[in-house]
């Protein structure tokens, strides 16, 4: 893409004199992701990006169950699985080794490993696709807003006009500073060197020094990657200034310091550091100036959530916001961004924390380690932990009931298919295995399968567009007061 240039034809301003309804800072996969679930709803979106090209470096990322989901639900996963491998899924939890639980409520239980660039580029894509402007080589440098929009100014000094603002622009965002919001947490006290790279000793010397040094150190391992690459990871025990990348050198130095030996690596992919700092924004929200993705929370890496939990903020945010703008939201709906995605990020904070603690080589973690290592050969134990991961385990507060409300509803069998394939163009669905009731004023936003083979064990499920189960019930007056609560009043 050239620097400076949008991908698809300008907008016409409206009658308010906004150039778009959103504008978004950072074109990550938080923020690609989020202008596709808004043009959905007809959203006029522009995303700004600062980086002019992709980055260098080819780093794999893994997307997890929830979010494969969510990826079937926009009929994007057949897309993403031509560029991926898929991975199962044991040992997320701080690495500890164990398999998969048993009875996963998901047809997409696996990791689906992609680099992360051409994720990326196929979010991107498909947001263009849908309508979306996206411009490279700039910055949102300032904003100003007031009751009617917000106006955004460039790094280049382009002033813009919007009715919002969304700041997906990673974990040092601009947006959250300008907009004073605190970012609470703890600084990074361990910092790790890590990389794809290729290695000239035998496998057998790797596998068993690997086996001999993780006995006290977690936080160390070479992973093979195919023909003769491998993913290393190391401490970085202060090696380097933190300011700059790492090099090649940087981790043949520790390497041999941890391992005593380099095992020959050469010819690097990528190489990156990080540390373990964990930040949570203390609001998602003031006025008209919203948080998602690393702008709200950033946590270590370990268990791979963080690119997760920005998408699957996306998901949240988007059908939200486009009511919101569309005249359709109940008053408080945009509210409930922040109210379930600030608790979601709260227990990913929790749980990176603990697994940090376990890759610690002191006697007192290590002990604690042996003991939940023990405790995951119970699946029950081992299936909460994995939910935690992967995110199949949240509940979102949407009233009192029966657990299945306010979660996520796996990929059931209907008489028109897989639920998911019902969920492409971003609306909610109403499930229907009495045929008694109706969406009826709602239809316009809300789509009705009757429909008595679904597989369910409840009456009838009201799903909003992010797949949470918002109502479970059989009368039709219930049902019109939460199609209110969620979706606004009924046409006509």
């Known amino acids: 893409m050239n620097s400076g240039q949008f991908t698809a034809a300008p907008a016409s301003n409206d009658t308010a004199g906004h150039d778009f309804d959103v504008i978004i800072a950072g074109c990550g996969p938080t923020g690609a992701t989020l202008a596709a679930e808004l043009r959905l709803h007809g959203v006029r979106v522009l995303v700004v990006e ?11 990322v893994a997307l997890h169950t929830r979010s494969i989901e969510l990826m079937a639900m926009r009929g994007l996963l057949d897309r993403l699985l031509g560029h991926g491998r898929r991975r199962p899924l044991g040992g997320l939890f701080a690495a500890i080794p164990a398999p998969a639980p048993t009875g996963l409520d998901s047809a997409y239980a696996y990791l689906l490993g992609i680099p992360q660039p051409v994720l990326v580029r196929l979010l991107e894509e498909h ?7 996206v411009r490279h080589g700039g910055e949102v440098s300032g904003f100003e807003q007031d009751d009617q929009g917000v106006t955004v100014e460039l790094a280049d000094g382009e002033r813009l006009r ?8 990673g974990g040092r965002s601009t947006v959250r500073k300008l907009l004073g919001v605190g970012f609470p947490g703890e600084p990074s006290r361990n910092e790790t060197l890590m990389g794809e790279m290729e290695v000239s000793a035998p496998p057998e010397e790797i596998a068993a020094r690997v086996s001999r040094v993780r006995a006290t150190r977690q936080r160390f391992w070479l992973r093979p990657f195919g023909a003769g690459v491998y993913s290393v990871v190391v401490p970085a025990a202060g090696v380097g200034d933190r300011a700059k990348p790492p090099t090649l050198d940087d981790f043949r130095q520790q390497l041999r310091a941890v391992a005593g030996t380099d095992f020959g690596v050469h010819s690097p992919r990528w190489l990156s550091r990080f540390g373990d700092a964990t930040r949570l924004a203390e609001r998602y929200r003031v006025g008209r100036v919203l948080l998602a993705g690393d702008a709200a929370h950033i946590h270590p890496p370990t268990g791979g959530q963080g690119l997760n939990l920005g998408v699957q903020d996306a998901f949240n945010l988007g059908w939200k916001l486009a009511a919101q703008i569309r005249g359709r939201a109940p008053q408080t709906l945009l509210d409930t961004y922040e109210a379930e995605r600030r608790p979601v990020a709260a227990d990913v904070l929790d749980n990176t924390r603990a697994q940090m603690e376990l890759h610690a080589t002191e006697p007192g973690p290590r002990a604690v380690r042996r003991l939940l290592t023990e405790l995951m050969d119970i699946d029950e134990v081992n299936r909460r ?7 199949t385990g949240v509940r979102y507060d949407v009233g009192e009931g029966i657990d299945l409300l306010g979660r996520r509803l796996p990929d059931v069998e209907t008489a028109q298919g897989h639920l998911y394939g019902l969920l492409h163009r971003g609306r909610g669905l109403l499930l229907d295995r009495t045929g008694l009731l109706t969406a009826g004023g709602w239809s316009d936003r809300v789509d009705h399968l009757a429909d008595p083979t679904a597989g369910l064990d409840v009456p009838c499920v009201l799903l909003r567009p992010d797949g949470h189960v918002a109502w479970i019930g059989d009368e039709q007056q219930d049902l019109d007061r939460h199609l209110s609560r969620w979706f606004g009043g009924p046409t006509g």
């Open 162 to 169: 919007a009715r919002w603002l969304v700041g997906c622009d």
């Open 50 to 60: 600062k980086d002019t090209e992709p980055v260098s470096f080819v780093r794999i």
């Open 385 to 391: 932990l994995t939910e935690k991961i992967t995110a």
């Open 127 to 133: 947001a263009v696709e849908l309508g979306a402007r």
